[in-house]
């Protein structure tokens, strides 16, 4: 029953069990699914004696490596309160508690199946190093089902006859335009041109999603939906040219219906238990098969990255569904972030004003008649350290690997075909950080310290998961903050509201977002309209 990766005598010599806590995991299954399957956790050569605790938890039998990883990430990052459990008569239970900090790896068995779990940040830079026997690319092709691209689609998709598979033929293109170079300067400078646009007082007058209150002279507003509003639609456009967001003008509400509850993708949750998140993944597919099927003249603007893949795939004869599918999973990783850290990085500095008149000054120069001199704001210190604070607090992302054939680790051997995680939030709490870790100190990053380059800050991942993305999404960021921050002055809409609360009850493949109902209301005004206020 316990799989381990010590030897058989080894693993009974150490193994000792707890009493077991035996719950019922109410989210993940109806009352109709077949019994829950046991869900164990134990260690792989703790000096210590081993503790295993064993949880029943709902689960298909046909669960995917991705549906097993995100499970397995939900309950590593979210230990809970036993006033909690006694209330709710449900828990969560955060297996490293039992083995007292180790950062020896472990392992989980699901349904059957065993995940090894990588804590540390020495072991995660030798599985980044192995890219022959530890494997990346199945996890992609459970996207592809999960997503829907029929059997042919993923065929072509992962053809190798002819070189390289499409799939790692994106990826390239995908760094090619990403990485920093020519590609990515004219990527930059389409994406601020939508979101100078877009911050304009008169867009800001004319935004009417959750409007709280508004006059010719301020208007008060729901911060998360603000960001949401002007980042995703300017992305869109930076990606995709003006032809998407006329297809759908509602995409980008689409889409944020979508990633509330695109965690149930990686569940494989069937249409009846999941009908709105279906209900916005086919909208924004049908928008996107309405684009490829237009001419591509009266598609202009698309970036090199949509430009050059597409052009491989119809060679390649793939359906202009599958290539809609195969570009929702790009469009869902460009847009599923950036909005987020906006939104929290502006909500910590409402709640540290002074630090938001220090960053205003800083940026003060890189603004210039509305228009950002990017390469001036990206040398702003400490508007950079808060965004590293930003990720640091709210970054929920994980990477994971197939396990192709035995791999040494350490002292120990990782079996063939078993699953491998790496969940990087436990990382970021770490005393390399200094004190109050679970505070918003951006100075942390400032000065001497080295944090930033530290093996154990990885809001981007790693090795050849790491995150193509991490450039423009920076630039993103900084922008769209500077720009506001210059334009505008934002205050609180009642300065006693909390900070809103991390979600971290829902699995999360980048940055967590609010708990459901949270979010900061904000007052904006014109600093011009502020300045003659008395």
């Given at each position: 029953m316990f799989a381990s990766l010590d030897s058989t005598k080894a693993r009974q010599d150490s193994l000792t069990s707890l009493p077991l806590s035996s719950v019922t995991y109410p989210r993940l299954l109806p009352d109709a699914d077949p019994l829950p399957e046991r869900y164990v956790w134990h260690t792989l050569?703790?000096?210590?004696?081993?503790?295993?605790?064993?949880?029943?938890?709902?689960?298909?039998?046909?669960?995917?490596?991705?549906?097993?990883?995100?499970?397995?990430?939900?309950?590593?990052?979210?230990?809970?309160?036993?006033?909690?459990?006694?209330?709710?008569?449900?828990?969560?239970?955060?297996?490293?508690?039992?083995?007292?900090?180790?950062?020896?790896?472990?392992?989980?068995?699901?349904?059957?199946?065993?995940?090894?779990?990588?804590?540390?940040?020495?072991?995660?830079?030798?599985?980044?190093?192995?890219?022959?026997?530890?494997?990346?690319?199945?996890?992609?092709?459970?996207?592809?089902?999960?997503?829907?691209?029929?059997?042919?689609?993923?065929?072509?998709?992962?053809?190798?006859?002819?070189?390289?598979?499409?799939?790692?033929?994106?990826?390239?293109?995908?760094?090619?335009?990403?990485?920093?170079?020519?590609?990515?300067?004219?990527?930059?400078?389409?994406?601020?041109?939508?979101?100078?646009?877009?911050?304009?007082?008169?867009?800001?007058?004319?935004?009417?999603?959750r409007l709280v209150r508004e006059d010719s002279k301020q208007n008060t507003l729901s911060l998360y939906d603000w960001c949401a509003s002007v980042l995703v639609p300017a992305a869109s456009v930076a990606f995709f040219g003006e032809a998407l967001l006329r297809i759908n003008e509602h995409l980008t509400e689409e889409f944020l219906a979508f990633d509330e509850d695109s965690w149930m993708i990686t569940y494989r949750y069937p249409r009846f238990l999941a009908r709105n998140m279906h209900y916005s993944k086919d909208r924004n597919m049908e928008a996107l098969i309405c684009y490829f099927r237009l001419p591509l003249q009266d598609r202009p603007g698309a970036c090199y990255y949509v430009k050059s893949l597409e052009a491989r795939k119809r060679a390649a004869a793939m359906s202009d569904r599958d290539m809609a599918i195969s570009f929702q999973l790009f469009y869902w990783v460009t847009n599923a972030n950036a909005f987020k850290v906006c939104f929290w990085l502006l909500t910590f500095l409402l709640h540290q004003p002074q630090t938001l008149e220090v960053i205003r000054a800083e940026t003060q120069p890189s603004i210039i008649n509305g228009k950002v001199n990017i390469v001036r704001l990206l040398q702003c210190t400490l508007l950079d350290a808060a965004f590293n604070e930003t990720l640091r607090l709210t970054s929920g992302a994980s990477s994971a690997r197939t396990v192709v054939s035995s791999t040494p680790l350490r002292n120990k051997v990782l079996r063939k075909d078993t699953k491998l995680l790496m969940p990087y939030r436990q990382l970021h709490f770490q005393e390399i950080f200094g004190p109050q870790v679970k505070e918003f100190r951006p100075e942390r990053f400032l000065g001497k310290s080295d944090v930033g380059r530290s093996s154990e800050f990885k809001p981007f991942g790693g090795g050849i998961t790491y995150c193509s993305g991490r450039f423009i999404a920076k630039r993103e960021v900084m922008a769209f903050v500077a720009l506001v921050l210059h334009q505008y002055n934002l205050e609180l809409d009642d300065p006693k509201q909390a900070l809103p609360r991390l979600d971290e009850q829902k699995p999360s493949l980048g940055v967590i977002g609010p708990v459901k109902g949270d979010d900061t209301s904000v007052v904006i005004r014109p600093r011009a309209v502020s300045a003659k206020r008395p």
């Open positions: 050569g703790v000096p210590q004696r081993s503790k295993v605790s064993t949880v029943t938890v709902g689960l298909r039998r046909n669960i995917g490596s991705g549906s097993l990883c995100a499970l397995a990430v939900l309950e590593i990052h979210n230990p809970t309160n036993p006033k909690s459990i006694r209330a709710q008569e449900a828990t969560i239970l955060d297996p490293m508690k039992y083995f007292k900090g180790s950062d020896e790896p472990f392992s989980v068995t699901i349904a059957g199946t065993e995940l090894y779990i990588i804590t540390s940040s020495q072991d995660m830079s030798l599985v980044y190093r192995n890219t022959t026997t530890l494997s990346f690319d199945e996890f992609i092709q459970d996207l592809h089902v999960a997503f829907e691209m029929s059997a042919s689609g993923r065929r072509i998709m992962w053809d190798q006859s002819k070189g390289k598979c499409l799939l790692h033929v994106g990826t390239d293109l995908h760094r090619a335009q990403l990485h920093p170079g020519e590609h990515l300067d004219d990527l930059t400078q389409a994406l601020l041109k939508q979101i100078e646009q877009r911050l304009t007082w008169d867009q800001v007058l004319a935004y009417r999603h």
